[in-house]
């Protein structure tokens, strides 16, 4: 009798073991979770390209002025799908916007570095492209201008929890300019 009760007792012990892993494993699954990874919320990454700015249509046709400019980006992931960051694009150099107003006079525009962090959603639907969209302010010496920015980027996985990516993204400043930029970077997820 005493072993038949001992087996009993064993037997449901090794049920609530086995129900705990399986909770477990379902509760991850929930969170985005995949057996065996560990799920990075932090994400810091640096990216160096260029601007295109958009001069506006003039006698020879569209121009486009090309400067260089640096990307540091954080984001938060919320899941493995959506995410929140600050994005700011450093441009280093100082230049003029020419635009041909309505009664045919060129107004130049004069940014001397400006600053321009946006706060951005991100969705990532698949393993490598990611999608953002998000409003900021480009910050000059000169006058400051309300932006939104759209990006796409694309991205693969390094060891250590490293990423290297490629983005194409548009910014939109009302009353101004408009540019896209073309960068590549490296980003750390923790």
Do not use: C
């Not at 994005?87 to 130049?108: K, Q, R, S």
């Not at 409003?135 to 796409?152: H, S, T, W």
């Amino acid at each position: 009798m005493k072993n038949i009760l001992l087996f009993l007792i064993l037997l449901q012990l090794a049920t609530y073991t086995s129900y705990a892993q399986e909770y477990e494993t379902e509760h991850d699954i929930e969170l985005g979770h995949e057996e065996g990874e560990h799920f990075h919320r932090h994400q810091i990454g640096a990216m160096i390209g260029h601007a295109h700015i958009y001069q506006g249509s003039h006698a020879e046709g569209k121009k486009w002025l090309v400067v260089p400019m640096v990307s540091l980006n954080y984001n938060y992931w919320i899941n493995k799908t959506w995410g929140i960051g600050l994005h700011t694009d450093f441009i280093l150099e100082t230049y003029e916007v020419h635009e041909e107003g309505e009664d045919g006079e060129i107004e130049i525009l004069e940014r001397e570095l400006p600053i321009a962090p946006a706060l951005m959603a991100a969705y990532k639907p698949g393993e490598h492209f990611t999608f953002m969209l998000g409003v900021g302010e480009e910050f000059a010496k000169e006058e400051d201008l309300f932006l939104i920015r759209g990006e796409v980027e694309y991205s693969l996985e390094l060891p250590n929890a490293f990423e290297l990516g490629a983005a194409v993204g548009y910014d939109v400043r009302f009353d101004a300019y408009d540019s896209w930029v073309l960068a590549l970077g490296v980003s750390k997820m923790f």
